[in-house]
């Protein structure tokens, strides 16, 4: 069970996916699964879910029909594991690498 749940809807993202996700998989604090909600994007965002997913076993991907960013996040809580759950959006760019260790610490 990792002690993070980082959860972020997908929609349409693609100009900032790599950097959001890149953000979270340079942390510090490496105990943390990534739930990527796509949300039906009909841009290259799947494609770059599923590569990332691919490559890091702890990120997974989940597809469905947009029903909008509220019903992707509830989907994720359904599906998260961790100790503490963290909501992003994946146009928030980026988190300091050391995000996760101090909300840990707090």
């Given amino acids: 069970m990792p002690v993070i749940s980082v959860i ?8 900032y996916l790599v950097q959001c996700i890149d953000s979270i998989l340079s942390q510090t604090f ?48 359904e599906r998260a594991s961790g100790r503490y759950v963290m909501f992003m959006d994946s146009d928030d760019y980026w988190l300091e690498n050391d995000a996760f260790s101090r909300l840990v610490r707090y």
Avoid: M, T, W
């Avoid at 809807?9 to 693609?14: G, K, T, W």
């Avoid at 943390?32 to 990120?59: P, Q, T």
């Fill in 8 to 15: 972020i809807p997908i929609y349409n993202v693609e100009p």
């Fill in 30 to 77: 490496v105990d943390f699964e990534l739930l990527l909600i796509d949300d039906g994007s009909k841009d290259r965002s799947v494609e770059i879910c599923d590569e990332y997913a691919a490559g890091d076993s702890r990120i997974r991907v989940f597809h469905q029909e947009s029903r909008g960013p509220s019903v992707a996040r509830n989907f994720g809580l």
